[in-house]
């Protein structure tokens, strides 16, 4: 498997606005044809940046320049197209077909694709010999050669190919005597069926004969109908039908002892553990014979893994992990749809049940595709709950793992980080990477308990260490976040605080939560404090960032390090604070909710709390739980079930700020 050239980046420099770029690009569309087929985006330099398929050309082509289609990156995508080609076919399905051909030639950069730059292990049968071979190999696939796989553990693929030897005996490619014997059979092919005695003549036995995994075809010790069996089983093995496998070996056995020959049926014994050992290995097994494959994502900003869970006959026979070049920067449907296409047009192993975890638009086209490539029927499916489900999120556990070995291994996250500091610098027109990010946040509950925090990140990455807590000390009877933003800036930024040492250093950059009403209010601040902080706004809804010195917010790019940092800044500064609001909230809920409910005196106080130990558990409980605690009538509990009720609606707008 190939990935992307690198060069294939969009000319992101000739970049437009939608308003220049799209006019032209509608006059186009006009006259596209209305048949099935693949579009090709194309950007200045006519590189293909994007590959699809449609049902009907031009209604599809016409959604992208009327910017109908809702997914976040095509705003960014269409400001670098110029043009398109598109190429007309029959079918949807003949689409599809054509889609992964030209996804495969092309790489588009924001087609999805597999990132790592190589290509994965297969374990191959070389069909086409007299005497096939079994082998390890990266090539691209051959004409005449059967390959099993992909295996993204290259020494899982290698010790299966020794197990499977032990098993069923079977020549390897990397045998210097098959080689030998195949180059003779290759001069004089017309001794093809009596192979074994001409090679018997002048062959020399090779050590895995001795071992017992080659069959002796080096010394004609096996004509070339015994090992076409070998041969089969080998495939039937792989394809993951082992019972055949395991049928065909205790067979052997049982006609070795009944011909007393016990040496030979201890060799088939021993082979016979060696499959039992493999079954010991399996972590997944269903207790019915399905032949599936169950795929879990896990997304970070724009890079995501995939891991496949092969299972054959109940057992899974090998998991299968993929790095993607996409993640949160595309939708799951697009992401799961598009690994897909990828990964079963590389594949032959396809089974009868594909098992992902959305519901996919065109399952149906994908399900008419593999089950053409399979020869039999094989659909996508959704599960929704019991085993498959605990399967498909155990598959997505897995591939978070797989994500964070592949960001340690290569350092993705720091490379991101400083990538997002130098967008950053350059997109707010700073005089360096802000190095020190400070951002607040305000909570409050109408009014009551109203707080601030503070959270600092320090070359890109939390600096918990400096967050810091403010409960609002101006009075307020309702929510206020203009007057608790000023005190709290006030109060950050007086001389005293900024001489501080436990308050670190200057920031490089403040942001606060909201857009230019929310910003300009911060400036007032600053400047009264003769202060000359940078300072951006981040409003919520379109994450626009909204700067001093221009009326237009600034659009930071969809999926890019920068938004994904500042955002992120944001979000950890929502969250400090309502952890803040809800410790206060819970406090003061602790020690007066109680109070305030009429027949709740200190006796029958202390008798509850004893009773229940915990707030938490006091909320969870019902009218009757409550009415069991000795000393407490029926209509006093009732009074108290209704007093935490009317304390949870009210947290609940704290919580639906939080989203």
Same mark, same amino acid.
């Given at each position: ?66 910017? =109908? ?25 003949? /689409? ?59 020494? /899982? ?52 004969? &001795? ?47 009944? $011909?007393? $020959? ?20 399996? =972590? ?65 192993? *396809? ?19 593999? @089950? ?69 946040? *305000?909570?409050?509950?109408?009014? &009551? ?52 040492? !436990? ?91 109680? $109070? ?9 106080? !202390? ?20 009415? =069991? ?9 009732? @009074? ?14 704290? @919580?639906?700020?939080?989203?």
């Amino acid at each position: 498997m190939t990935i992307r050239d690198p060069g294939a980046r969009p000319d992101f420099d000739d970049a437009r606005s939608l308003d220049e770029s799209l006019p032209e690009l509608r006059r186009q569309v006009d006259d596209a044809p209305t048949d099935p087929g693949c579009y090709l985006w194309k950007d200045a330099r006519g590189q293909v940046v994007y590959v699809g398929k449609a049902k009907n050309l031009r209604a599809r082509l016409r959604q992208y320049v009327t910017l =109908q289609d809702d997914r976040d990156k095509i705003p960014l995508m269409m400001q670098v197209v110029r043009s398109f080609d598109y190429i007309v076919v029959g079918s949807e399905h003949e /689409a599809l077909v054509l889609e992964r051909n030209l996804i495969a030639q092309y790489h588009p950069y924001f087609n999805v694709d597999f990132k790592d730059d190589k290509s994965y292990p297969y374990i191959a049968i070389t069909e086409s010999d007299v005497f096939p071979a079994i082998k390890y190999t990266r090539e691209h696939h051959r004409k005449g050669t059967r390959y099993f796989g992909p295996y993204t553990d290259a020494h /899982a693929a290698r010790d299966t190919i020794d197990t499977l030897r032990k098993v069923v005996p079977i020549c390897i490619a990397t045998c210097a005597e098959w080689k030998r014997c195949r180059r003779e059979l290759e001069r004089r092919p017309d001794e093809a069926a009596v192979a074994n005695l001409a090679l018997a003549r002048t062959g020399r036995p090779c050590f895995d004969y &001795h071992m017992g995994k080659g069959p002796g075809v080096c010394v004609g010790a096996i004509d070339t109908v015994e090992y076409a069996k070998h041969v089969r089983q080998v495939e039937d093995f792989l394809a993951g039908r082992r019972s055949h496998v395991v049928s065909a070996v205790e067979e052997q056995m049982r006609e070795a002892a009944t $011909d007393l $020959d016990f040496e030979r049926a201890g060799r088939l014994k021993a082979r016979l553990e060696s499959l039992n050992a493999l079954d010991d290995r399996q =972590q997944v097994m269903f207790s019915s014979d399905v032949s599936l494959d169950l795929i879990g994502f896990y997304r970070e900003e724009t890079i995501s893994a995939a891991c496949v869970f092969v299972v054959r006959e109940g057992r899974t026979v090998r998991t299968v992990e993929f790095i993607l070049d996409k993640g949160a920067d595309v939708g799951e449907v697009e992401l799961q749809g598009g690994f897909l296409k990828r990964y079963y047009d590389e594949t032959a192993d *396809i089974p009868s049940e594909v098992d992902v975890d959305v519901d996919l638009p065109d399952a149906e086209l994908l399900s008419e595709w593999l @089950a053409e490539k399979r020869g039999r029927a094989c659909h996508i499916h959704h599960p929704q709950r019991g085993e498959k489900r605990h399967l498909l999120d155990m598959a997505a556990a897995n591939a978070r793992h797989a994500l964070m070995r592949y960001m340690v291994r290569t350092g993705y996250a720091d490379d991101r980080t400083n990538q997002a500091l130098l967008q950053l610098e350059s997109a707010l027109a700073l005089d360096a990477p802000p190095m020190r990010i400070e951002c607040f946040d *305000i909570s409050t509950l109408h009014g &009551h308990f109203t707080v601030a925090s503070m959270v600092v990140f320090t070359n890109g990455r939390p600096d918990k260490s400096q967050y810091r807590r403010f409960k609002i000390q101006t009075p307020l009877t309702e929510a206020n976040d203009f007057v608790s933003m000023s005190e709290v800036l006030a109060r950050r930024y007086a001389p005293e605080r900024m001489a501080d040492e !436990r308050f670190g250093s200057r920031p490089d950059l403040l942001v606060v939560d909201g857009g230019k009403p929310q910003l300009t209010a911060a400036m007032e601040q600053l400047s009264s404090l003769g202060l000359d902080i940078p300072v951006c706004g981040l409003a919520k809804s379109d994450e626009e960032v909204f700067v001093p010195w221009d009326e237009t917010p600034v659009v930071l790019p969809s999926g890019s390090a920068s938004l994904y940092l500042i955002k992120q800044v944001r979000d950890e500064s929502h969250r400090f604070a309502i952890t803040f609001h809800r410790e206060l909230r819970d406090k003061a809920m602790t020690v007066s909710v109680l $109070d305030d409910v009429p027949g709740v005196g200190p006796k029958r106080k !202390r008798a509850i709390m004893r009773r229940f130990g915990s707030l938490k558990r006091l909320r969870a409980a019902s009218v009757e739980d409550i009415a =069991q605690v000795p000393g407490v009538p029926a209509e006093v509990a009732q @009074a108290v079930y209704d007093a935490l009720r009317v304390w949870d609606e009210e947290a609940q707008t704290v @919580a639906e700020k939080a989203r």
